[in-house]
């Protein structure tokens, strides 16, 4: 079976806090965007998501953090419509069975050295694939093929 969501793809290099460290709230932005949340037009989504957990005493490099304030943000713009569950030992089945129900997943793996969080939009039984948006660009063999950031 293949099931692919139609989400955005957003680089955290134009982010205005830590480009280099700011996967994490890039893709719940995606996700969250996807999903027909959008911020408040004052600059990136995913800075007002980052500054919002900075506002309230939330650690952004969090995962229980960020699934909490990720729920509330999401609870706030569309009740009863969307949850965030933190697994720390999620597999493919719980990301699969998250897709078909179409939404979006947020996936943290040992990609880079110090770690790597992306936004998980679809999946490829047949070529055994998961799709990501890779918010620091894309990967290759040999390293990423960043993108050059105008703006969104």
Not at 9 to 19: I, K, T, Y
Not at 30 to 49: I, P, W
Not at 69 to 97: Q, S, W
Request: with cysteine; proline share 6%.
């Amino acid at each position: 079976m293949k099931r692919v969501l139609d989400g955005p793809l957003f680089s955290q290099l134009d982010n205005e806090h830590d480009p280099y460290g700011s996967c994490n709230v890039t893709s719940f932005a995606m996700c969250l965007h996807y999903l027909g949340m959008r911020g408040n037009g004052e600059g990136q989504f995913e800075d007002q998501l980052y500054w919002g957990m900075i506002d309230q005493g939330r650690d952004p490099g969090s995962p229980t953090d960020l699934s909490a304030y990720m729920g509330e943000v999401g609870a706030r713009m569309r009740p009863n419509k969307i949850h965030t569950v933190f697994h720390p030992n999620g597999d493919l089945e719980l990301i699969k069975r998250t897709i078909d129900e179409g939404t979006p997943c947020v996936m943290h793996g040992w990609f880079t050295q110090s770690g790597h969080i992306v936004a998980v939009l679809g999946y490829d039984d047949w070529n055994e694939q998961i799709l990501i948006h890779d918010p620091y660009g894309e990967w290759f063999a040999v390293g990423y093929d960043t993108p050059i950031v105008t703006g969104k």
